[in-house]
Structure formats: structure tokens, C-alpha cells
């Protein structure tokens, strides 16, 4: 597969996606995971008391006759055999869903550059969902698309989406139209990771702290940028 980085993102998510559709067990599963980003719907294993009904068919709709009881009692083991195996069945796609996971996870991380790494490892959050498919490929997605890869905060875009959160009041707008204006605005300060945090600020205003030296003009734009 292809080697991530700020410029290959979409080829790159495109050769994992492929590569999780070739894996031997339930490929069309974690292929689905990788491509939508979510687990696929895997339909619950039925109970005997779901279908108890439709056995009780069988037998006219009521409880077997005493003549009956064999044949029912041979029926309903049968029946409850079946949906034994469809849980077992159930579950061990599941396991099976969880396994391929840690595969691609492995592959996404071994494909990722050292800046894009490093960027990730720098999340608050990282040590709690260094293990969660779903979070690392996200991280890769925004560090990867980010003007430089070898940083996930994007301070002043953060600061523009909170002036417009800050600002977003319903006037005379109606209930309706507020709402999904200002969930436009969430949306996309968590689809940016552009969330304000007291950290994200309080780092970048050390960071501009620290270079500051007398006359010194690179301090000076330091201080611009920040």
C-alpha cells in the first residue's frame, strides 16, 4: 500500500481500504469499517422467545397435546440447537471484526511518516485511544491534511471557528434554522479538531514565550502567528 503523508492521504486510505477487503476472514466486514469509518450492522442472534410463536405454529398455535410432546420437545431442541450456533456464530464474527481491526491499525501505523506519528502521539487523548482504529485513522486524516504535518493544533483556525460560535445568536432567526446553524458550527470545529482548549492556547503562547529575545524580529512574527 501506498506511504501517508500530507499530499497521498485519499490514495493512501483507498490501497488500506483494498488491502482490508483481501484479508481471509469476514473481508467484507472490516473492508466496510475502513470505507465508512463505523462497524457494519451485524444483525442480533434470534432467542427461543422470539420465535416461539412460529414454533407454537407448528402445532396448530397451542401448546402440543400430550401425544404431541415428543415431537415437540425433539422440535424445540432442534430450534434452540440452531440459534445456539447463530449467537456462536454471531460472535465470533464479531471477535473476528475486533481482530482484523488491530491489523489495519498495525498496517496504517507502519505506512505513516515520523512527523504524522509524532503529531498523533501529541493528542491529550492519545494514550486513552492509541488502540481505537477509527481514532488513530481520523488523527492521520486531520494531521495529514494539516499545512504541515508535524502538528495537530491549528490555533487560529480554532480561535475563527469560536468567534463565530461565540457570535452565533438567534435573533430573528427561527428555532429551526439557529439550531442548524449553530450545529453547522460544531460540526465543523470537531470535523477541523479545531475544539478551543485552555492547553492549546497556553502551549502556543509558552512556545512564542520562549523565543522572544531582545530585537530579535523572528520573536516578533512568532508573535504574529501565535
Not at 497521498?8 to 472490516?30: H, S, V
Not at 457494519?40 to 407448528?58: C, G, H, S, T
Not at 491489523?103 to 488502540?131: F, M
Not at 504535518?149 to 490555533?155: G, K, R, T
Request: hydrophobic share 35%.
Amino acid at each position: 500500500a501506498a506511504s501517508v503523508n500530507s499530499t497521498q492521504y485519499e490514495p493512501w486510505k483507498k490501497a488500506l481500504t483494498q488491502m482490508a477487503g483481501r484479508f481471509e476472514k469476514e473481508p467484507g466486514d472490516i473492508k466496510y469499517a475502513v470505507e465508512h469509518m463505523e462497524d457494519p450492522k451485524i444483525p442480533e442472534a434470534k432467542k427461543f422467545d422470539d420465535v416461539q410463536e412460529e414454533v407454537l405454529k407448528q402445532f396448530g398455535g397451542v401448546a402440543p397435546t400430550e401425544a404431541e410432546k415428543f415431537k415437540y420437545e425433539i422440535f424445540t431442541k432442534s430450534i434452540s440447537q440452531m440459534l445456539s450456533e447463530s449467537q456462536s456464530k454471531r460472535t465470533e464474527r464479531l471477535k473476528t471484526l475486533e481482530d482484523n481491526k488491530v491489523k489495519v491499525l498495525s498496517a496504517a501505523l507502519a505506512q505513516c511518516d515520523e512527523g504524522i506519528l509524532k503529531a498523533i502521539e501529541r493528542y491529550d487523548d492519545y494514550e486513552q485511544n492509541k488502540s481505537d482504529m477509527y481514532w488513530v485513522l481520523k488523527k492521520i486524516r486531520l494531521v495529514s491534511k494539516s499545512p504541515t504535518s508535524s502538528s495537530p493544533d491549528n490555533l487560529e483556525r480554532t480561535l475563527q471557528l469560536t468567534g463565530e460560535l461565540l457570535a452565533c445568536k438567534q435573533g430573528r432567526m427561527t428555532f429551526a434554522n439557529y439550531y442548524k446553524k449553530f450545529t453547522s458550527v460544531v460540526q465543523t470545529m470537531e470535523d477541523e479538531d479545531a475544539i478551543p482548549t485552555f492547553k492549546r492556547i497556553t502551549d502556543k503562547a509558552t512556545e512564542w514565550k520562549s523565543s522572544v529575545t531582545a530585537g530579535s524580529k523572528e520573536a516578533v512574527k512568532a508573535g504574529q502567528d501565535a
